[in-house]
């Protein structure tokens, strides 16, 4: 699970850090480079889709989600391999060719995450879920450090090709270990090996019908439905905060495109570390819902904080570049106990298609957030960069207030229940 999200991690660092900064020093204004982020991100909003295909069709005796892992790996390996034919930096048929390439590899790194997803809900106990968790979004961490700082320096010291290349290397084997992996033991490695589905989960009734409706049942619960609202609006302030303060350190500040990406992919990544470790950790000692409140509020201090001191921002002794490990920090902290809790309250049949929604609606918020940085200025006003960070700063408390008086503990109770009348049910 660690080393799938590391893969999942790698493209996001390379195109939010990497990538959005080298474009930045070509000249590309804000707006440009928010819509070339915003595409990258926004396959990821397809789990929506994904989801339902990977909980309906299944080849069980090669294990339920090992398939479409490895048909995601190839297909992201494949996309990267075109993206190494893009241009010079400078130009705007680069920027297009490049926006595309990307959506279409995001396509696949969102199967790959939803199938991986599916994996750890059918696998990890309740009890262990917040730290493993931690774990797997500091892999994923760390890929965004390797695909962000490592790749940056890379690009500086020979060229975007040999980036994307080194992308589609590191994806390639990890490739060669899914498929000598079994998810099962018993299970066949190959179509043509010998083995069978293992476990109860061959005897499971499957197909879109029965996952659609089971979807809905989840739903259909006050707590699970409201956290699809959440889930949709924590990740507002991040899409908005990247592209905007990649603008503010390297054309306002001054800052080179590797300085910046050195700085995010290093500070920054390790203040996420931290805060994924301990979020998990946290979490399972005290509580999702309360620990998610904490890193929500925790969000919106920084961002606030740092809008509100705008008139320090260009004095000598200021620590602007504080600001990256506390925000990414703070915001690890949030979305560990988040995903959490929503594994915690996906409890039908179709447990990893309803926290593939959750997981689906942090994206489309990403998105949405990214793109308000080209909205906010043609809403009939012209906002500064302090404008910006307010803004940024009071996104978060949306889905806090959200978060009051939800009961989880409840929906693990129907879970439990739903569990031993279907265990009861079995011939």
Not at 160 to 173: E, G, K, P, R, S
Request: one cysteine or more; aromatic letters at 12%.
């Amino acid at each position: 699970l660690c080393l799938l999200y590391f893969c999942q991690g790698f493209p996001w660092g390379f195109a939010t850090i990497a990538l959005l900064a080298t474009l930045s020093q070509a000249g590309h204004g804000k707006a440009e480079t928010a819509t070339v982020v915003a595409l990258a991100i926004l396959p990821w909003t397809f789990k929506f889709i994904w989801g339902p295909i990977i909980d309906s069709v299944r080849m069980p005796s090669l294990g339920i989600r090992r398939p479409w892992i490895a048909i995601a790996q190839f297909c992201m390996a494949l996309t990267l391999l075109s993206a190494a034919l893009s241009g010079s930096m400078d130009s705007d048929a680069t920027l297009v060719f490049l926006a595309w390439v990307f959506f279409v590899h995001n396509c696949f790194a969102s199967l790959q995450d939803v199938a991986t997803d599916a994996l750890a809900v059918d696998l990890l106990e309740d009890n262990e879920r917040g730290r493993v968790n931690g774990f797997m979004w500091g892999s994923k961490l760390f890929g965004i450090g390797i695909g962000g700082a490592g790749m940056a320096t890379v690009i500086a010291y020979t060229n975007l090709q040999t980036a994307v290349l080194v992308q589609a290397a590191i994806i390639m084997a990890v490739l060669a270990l899914v498929i000598a992996w079994q998810e099962r033991p018993g299970e066949r490695r190959f179509p043509w090996s010998p083995g069978s589905a293992q476990g109860t989960v061959a005897r499971a009734s499957f197909g879109m019908l029965i996952t659609l409706t089971e979807l809905r049942r989840a739903l259909s619960n006050r707590t699970t439905a409201t956290l699809v609202i959440v889930a949709g609006t924590y990740a507002l302030a991040e899409g908005l905060y990247d592209p905007l303060t990649v603008e503010f350190f390297v054309q306002d500040l001054g800052w080179t495109a590797d300085r910046f990406a050195r700085a995010s992919g290093t500070w920054g990544t390790l203040a996420e570390l931290f805060g994924a470790i301990g979020g998990g950790y946290a979490c399972d000692r005290f509580g999702r819902r309360r620990m998610a409140a904490v890193g929500l509020s925790s969000m919106a201090v920084v961002l606030l904080t740092f809008g509100w001191t705008a008139e320090a921002w260009h004095g000598p002794a200021y620590p602007h570049v504080l600001l990256l490990p506390a925000f990414k920090g703070t915001m690890a902290f949030a979305t560990v106990s988040l995903f959490s809790l929503y594994m915690k309250v996906s409890w039908t049949r179709a447990a990893a298609t309803q926290f593939t929604v959750y997981m689906a609606m942090g994206n489309v918020g990403y998105a949405i957030g990214a793109k308000l940085n080209a909205w906010l200025p043609q809403a009939g006003f012209t906002p500064t960069l302090t404008d910006f960070y307010l803004v940024a700063g009071f996104l978060p408390l949306i889905p806090l207030v959200l978060l009051i008086g939800l009961d989880p503990d409840g929906v693990v109770a129907r879970k439990v229940a739903d569990q031993r009348r279907a265990t009861l049910a079995l011939p």
